[in-house]
């Protein structure tokens, strides 16, 4: 009975303290600015840099005045629509190399959070969000797999199931600097997918360049039965 109550008492005082204490001892800063009151105050929020309203729908890129997408008007894409609202460019560049590279967890939270108050109108409620995944060995590198940390709080924001379930079963190099065509070769039978899958799915990662992950993912989703594949990005490179 003692026991009992000693181990009430405790889990009472964890989350008292968590709530409570701990944002007295060590109360939130802005990650940009390191102005007090929040992960990332507004006026950062504000600063960075955005994507131009005039964008393709399908992969994010400006549009020319015509509306013509330089990409996606060639060759459409597998994908059905991408909701991006940031370009990858300084501050928000360093930010996410700090946040994939350099153990920078506590980024998260600000980064999520930045995606979800720029959009004015929040985008359609896929049946699920299923992380871009990682290989095995980058996992034990980096110790975490950033597109699953942005999916899980997007979920709960959402209310939007995750679904952990994508597999990388061939590690690929790195990708960064690498040509469109290069891309799709390194990610030939890299994936795996699962048999059974929501018909509506959005595919969740920090960065998209060529998009080439985003495709190669997106025609095995489509193969295994997936009506509309969307895309939840961060940030896109231009």
């Known amino acids: 009975m003692l026991r009992s109550g000693i181990g009430t008492w405790g889990t009472e005082w964890s989350r008292w303290s968590r709530q409570k204490l701990l944002p007295w001892l060590l109360p939130e800063s802005c ?38 997408c330089p990409v996606c008007s060639i060759e459409a894409p597998s994908y059905d629509y991408t909701f991006c609202p940031f370009v990858y460019a300084p501050p928000l560049a360093e930010a996410i190399s700090a946040w994939k590279f350099h153990d920078g967890l506590d980024w998260t939270r600000p980064l999520a959070e930045a995606w979800i108050e720029a959009w004015e109108t929040p985008p359609p409620r896929p049946d699920a969000l299923l992380p871009v995944p990682a290989h095995p060995a980058r996992l034990r590198e980096r110790g975490y797999n950033q597109a699953a940390l942005l999916a899980r709080h997007w979920g709960r924001y959402y209310d939007v199931s995750v679904r952990d379930v994508l597999r990388r079963v061939r590690n690929t190099p790195h990708q960064v600097g690498g040509s469109r065509d290069q891309r799709r070769t390194n990610l030939q039978s890299a994936f795996t997918v699962p048999g059974r899958l929501p018909q509506h799915v959005a595919l969740v990662d920090d960065v998209m360049t060529t998009g080439s992950t985003a495709e190669t993912l997106a025609q095995l989703l489509r193969e295994h039965g997936v009506a509309r594949v969307d895309l939840w990005i961060l940030a896109r490179a231009l």
């Open 31 to 68: 990650r940009f600015c390191a102005a007090p009151g929040a992960p990332l105050c507004a006026d950062c929020l504000r600063e960075l840099p955005r994507l131009p309203v005039d964008r393709c729908s399908w992969c994010a890129l400006p549009v020319n005045d015509e509306g013509d």
